[in-house]
Structures are given as C-alpha cells and as structure tokens.
C-alpha cells in the first residue's frame, strides 16, 4: 500500500474502531466489542495537540500519552524520570486535540508504587485535570491492588506487561517471557490483570507465540509492541513510526515516513534564504 492510498481510512461503518464514523469520543465498551468483532486496531503515542489532532482525524482509535515523552519529547535517557506534572500538562494537551480517539494517559514511575491510595491520588489527577478517559501503569501482581482500585473507582485501566520500561534499572531492554517459567508467570499476569479489571494489556517485547497465547486466553483486547502479529492491537511511539527518531530504531518499529529528512530539509531551505536575503520576500512583507 503506498503512504497515498493509506491516507485516510475506510470510513463505510459506525461500528468499527479503525475507520469507523461518528462524532463522540470512543469508550472502553468500543474497545472491547472489537476483540469480540475480532477487529485489529492500531494505537499511537502522542505528546501535544497538533500531532494528536492529525493521528485523531486520521482514524487512530486508542492515543496512549505514554511516558516514552521522557524519551523522545523531553529529552531523558529513559522514563524513568518522568513526572505526573509533565504527564499532566502533555495529556491535557492530547486531549484537547482530539475528539473521537480514547485517550490513556500513563501513571509514573513513583506515581502509583506506593499503593492503591497514592495511585487513586494520581490517576484521578489525570482524569480530572488532564482529562484523560483512562490510565496505563506497569507490572504484574505487584500492582494488581492498584488496579483494582482505581477500576472500583471507576477509572479503567490498561495493564502493561512483559518488558516494562520504568523498571529498566532491574531488568534492562530484552525479551521477556522467553523461558518456560517467565512465560507462565506472565500468563498468569494477564490473567491476573484481567481478573483486577483492566480493560485491555499492552505486551511489550514478549515472543510472537507467547503473545498470541495470550491474546487467546483473555476475553480483553491485548495491544503489542515488539510482541507478533497475533495480538488484537499494535502500538508504535510516534516519532519512531513517522521517522523523527535520531539513530537506531528498534527492531520492531517500521517507518512510515522520514520527517526528521523533511524537517531538517525544511530548516536548511529556511536558513539559506535568509541567509542569501531571499526570505521575506514581497509577498511575504506588509506596507
């Protein structure tokens, strides 16, 4: 499919995730009819009101404010330092850009490991505050309390499972789930996750079969990264998918574009006409 034709998409159903027609905000109900539908849908991260904007008008159904911003918007080394103030002001930002997608906003790390209380604390900061229809926090049993009680006080959640990138000072960046034990014990978290009342579970670098087991064995939708073809979703940070990451990119990032060229094609282009007293040109100028 050329980045033409894949421009806008097949809006022939109100029923539908992805493409789907209609003027109100999607809602936790919405995601779980597609997994019943059997429907796939994507998910992106976004940071600000013009980029969630066009992800939102482009179809996008599920946008994650996640605390990647640490890495690719803020300029942290990881998301580790990240805090709910900055997740706060950037999620507000996501929703008021958007109209139809369901925005989730991230917990931070120390925003919600202390327990149920400080996590109620925070993720009703972000409901209230920022706006947010839902909350994503990390981890397996250690934070099933915290799950339950948020999802009893009626904020949904999405679990994270598999490699968690807050906890990246204990287990590094590798696969998870890869021996007979790491994968039973993240089966019985996604079961226990689901039990807890999280709405749906992000897998993140998990084996392509591990991940499919999964995605079967739940009656929630299960959203991958790094994590096969076999789950209900797929989720990209943005700036990896649109090609503005400097550098490497993961393995299991494919990208869409090549902004970073275009932008910097853009600021060259700017530079020089200043430079040669081209830019403001007549048409440019007031009398």
């Not at 033409?4 to 539908?16: C, E, I, L, V, Y």
């Not at 790491?182 to 992000?202: I, M, P, S």
């Not at 970073?260 to 200043?274: C, K, N, P, S």
């Amino acid at each position: 499919m050329t980045l033409q034709a894949a421009q806008k998409p097949p809006a022939d159903s109100t029923k539908t995730l992805y493409g789907g027609t209609g003027s109100r905000r999607l809602t936790v109900h919405d995601i779980a009819a597609a997994k019943q539908r059997g429907e796939k849908w994507p998910m992106l991260t976004a940071y600000d009101a013009m980029t969630a904007s066009v992800f939102d008008e482009a179809g996008i159904p599920v946008i994650l404010v996640g605390d990647s911003m640490g890495n690719c918007h803020l300029g942290y080394e990881t998301t580790v330092p990240v805090t709910l103030d900055e997740m706060a002001i950037l999620s507000a930002a996501v929703v008021r850009g958007t109209r139809r997608a369901l925005v989730v906003g991230d917990l931070t790390f120390g925003s919600y490991q202390e327990g149920p209380v400080q996590a109620l604390r925070s993720a009703t900061r972000l409901v209230k505050e920022a706006g947010v229809q839902a909350v994503k926090l990390e981890g397996g049993e250690r934070s099933l309390p915290q799950t339950e009680a948020l999802v009893q006080a009626g904020i949904p959640v999405m679990s994270h499972l598999g490699l968690t990138p807050q906890s990246v000072n204990t287990m590094g960046y590798r696969v998870q789930g890869r021996s007979d034990e790491g994968a039973h014990r993240l089966l019985r978290d996604a079961k226990a996750a689901q039990d807890a009342g999280a709405f749906a579970l992000v897998l993140e670098l998990v084996p392509a079969e591990l991940a499919a087991e999964v995605t079967r064995t739940l009656d929630i939708p299960v959203i991958g990264i790094g994590a096969g073809p076999g789950t209900d979703a797929q989720v990209l940070v943005w700036t990896d998918m649109a090609g503005l990451t400097a550098g490497k990119t993961p393995r299991f990032s494919k990208q869409y574009a090549h902004l970073r060229e275009t932008l910097g094609d853009a600021a060259r282009a700017f530079a020089q006409d200043v430079a040669g007293g081209s830019f403001p040109a007549e048409e440019h100028t007031f009398h």
